[in-house]
């Protein structure tokens, strides 16, 4: 396996309780969004694929969709299944689908190419599965980042809490508008079209940091991995770096942005 996806299954083995806890309700923020953009409607068959809890697979559901979910952990496939009683929730993993070409009307992953190590071969495989004509739709978090969505990283690099694995070089892609475009008309999809998504998530001190000393995400598994006390000198870090993102009441308010990508089969 890829060293990088061999730290993805890390990363997320086990963590579906703390995830549900914190980083699923800023996921699901571009959620109503990317629904609209799969363009799915009642009676249309659609994939979720790094579905996590089962928020956007729920989505699909309410639109009337006969949804199939799919994540790469196990846990997390078990916590979707609870939610979305009665739809089939599998584990498997990009860049490979368990199903035969053209099968679904539709396809989405909300925050889920940016965990594969070859994200251009991920969604040529999304393209296989969908039928000629079908649609699909797709989030990745925006590069350079929003401050929010920054603070975390900087609070470790400044406790030199140590690199995160990234993508070989050849890889790589640009997590912008263009970038997305670029990928999705290689992958194969036509009528590509991709928007910005900017919008402030309120926490806590208290969850943020909570969720980061849980281990969940890249960042908490990196913190995990140190000793006490770099922990320590990490956290000192982050309520340093936080205080620019006070709001009222205690809380914190962190900018956030996504690029939205969708297209057609
Ligand atoms: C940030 S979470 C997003 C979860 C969900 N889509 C949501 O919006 O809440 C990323 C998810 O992708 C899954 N994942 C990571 N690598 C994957 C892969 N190669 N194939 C399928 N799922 C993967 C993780 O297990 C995790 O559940």
Same mark, same amino acid.
């Not at 980083?23 to 579905?51: H, I, K, N, Y």
């Not at 320590?232 to 990508?261: I, T």
């Given at each position: 396996?890829?060293?990088?996806?061999?730290?993805?299954?890390?990363?997320?083995?086990?963590?579906?309780?703390?995830?549900?806890?914190?980083?699923?309700?800023?996921?699901?923020?571009?959620?109503?969004?990317?629904?609209?953009?799969?363009?799915?409607?009642?009676?249309?068959?659609?994939?979720?694929?790094?579905?996590?809890?089962?928020?956007?697979?729920?989505?699909?559901?309410?639109?009337?969709?006969?949804?199939?979910?799919?994540?790469?952990?196990?846990?997390?496939?078990?916590?979707?299944?609870?939610?979305?009683?009665?739809?089939?929730?599998?584990?498997?993993?990009?860049?490979?689908?368990?199903?035969?070409?053209?099968?679904?009307?539709?396809?989405?992953? =909300?925050?889920?190419? =940016?965990?594969?190590?070859?994200?251009?071969?991920?969604? /040529?495989?999304?393209?296989?599965?969908?039928?000629?004509?079908?649609?699909?739709?797709?989030?990745?978090?925006?590069?350079?980042?929003?401050?929010?969505?920054?603070?975390v990283g900087r609070a470790l690099d400044e406790a030199g809490a140590g690199e995160r694995p990234r993508l070989a070089e050849r890889e790589e892609f640009a997590r912008t508008e263009e970038g997305l475009r670029e990928l999705s008309y290689a992958a194969g999809f036509s009528d590509v079209r991709c928007t910005t998504l900017r919008w402030t998530h309120r926490t806590t001190h208290a969850e943020w940091w909570g969720a980061q000393a849980a281990g969940v995400g890249s960042t908490g598994h990196a913190l995990r991995a140190q000793p006490r006390?770099?922990?320590?000198?990490?956290?000192?870090?982050?309520?340093?770096?936080? /205080?620019?993102?006070?709001?009222?009441?205690?809380?914190?308010?962190?900018?956030?942005?996504?690029?939205?990508?969708?297209?057609?089969?």
């Open positions: 396996m890829d060293p990088f996806d061999r730290w993805e299954r890390q990363v997320w083995a086990g963590s579906g309780a703390a995830y549900a806890a914190g980083l699923a309700r800023l996921c699901a923020f571009p959620v109503p969004r990317l629904l609209a953009a799969s363009g799915v409607s009642a009676g249309d068959a659609a994939l979720d694929v790094g579905t996590g809890t089962g928020a956007a697979a729920g989505g699909l559901r309410a639109r009337g969709a006969s949804v199939v979910a799919l994540d790469a952990e196990p846990d997390m496939a078990a916590r979707a299944a609870d939610a979305l009683r009665q739809a089939p929730v599998l584990v498997g993993a990009l860049p490979e689908l368990p199903f035969r070409s053209g099968v679904f009307d539709a396809a989405v992953a =909300n925050f889920v190419v =940016n965990h594969v190590a070859r994200p251009g071969a991920a969604l /040529r495989e999304m393209r296989r599965v969908v039928r000629t004509g079908g649609r699909f739709a797709a989030t990745v978090w925006a590069a350079p980042p929003a401050a929010g969505q920054a603070l006390a770099v922990q320590e000198e990490a956290q000192h870090a982050f309520v340093r770096l936080s /205080r620019r993102f006070a709001a009222h009441g205690g809380e914190l308010a962190l900018p956030h942005a996504a690029v939205l990508v969708s297209g057609r089969a």
